[in-house]
């Protein structure tokens, strides 16, 4: 496995820091409750883990940009974390809107995980469309 960092487009680091961006989100405060303030874990079931997902895609899309030839595995990654962060992105939303049972309130933590999720998606979509070498250097090269 040969990394390659020239290989990086702006798409990509955007989506690395979405990425990190999203994983720290969902161990920050999302949800105001009489006793205390909540992380996504503990205040949610199962709608953090789309986010967590979302954000193991743009990681593991950077990852094989940087360490594939051939830009067919990238391009197939870029749009499934499309679908993904997609999907988390509806998700965080549907539960900025809809607060949990006895919740009071909402956190930042919220709010940065659905930038996050926006930004992954946003991130993907664009790593679809460029084509184009980050440095100007062949993709084979």
Do not use: K, N
């Not at 702006?10 to 009489?34: C, E, K, R, T």
């Not at 992105?89 to 006895?102: E, G, M, N």
């Amino acid at each position: 496995m040969h990394v390659d960092l020239r290989r990086l487009r702006p798409p990509d680091l955007v989506a690395l820091f979405a990425g990190m961006l999203l994983v720290v989100s969902l161990f920050l405060p999302w949800y105001q409750f009489p006793a205390g303030s909540r992380d996504a874990f503990s205040a949610l079931t199962v709608s953090e883990l789309p986010a967590a997902l979302a954000a193991v895609l743009a990681f593991a899309l950077v990852a094989v940009t940087v360490t594939q030839r051939s830009p067919a595995l990238p391009v197939a990654l870029a749009t499934f974390t499309t679908v993904v962060g997609f999907v988390s992105a509806a998700v965080i939303l549907a539960r900025t809107v809809a607060l949990p049972a006895s919740a009071t309130g909402r956190c930042y933590g919220l709010w940065l995980a659905l930038a996050g999720a926006v930004l992954v998606t946003g991130a993907a979509f664009l790593s679809l469309r460029d084509e184009s070498p980050f440095w100007g250097v062949p993709a084979g090269g």
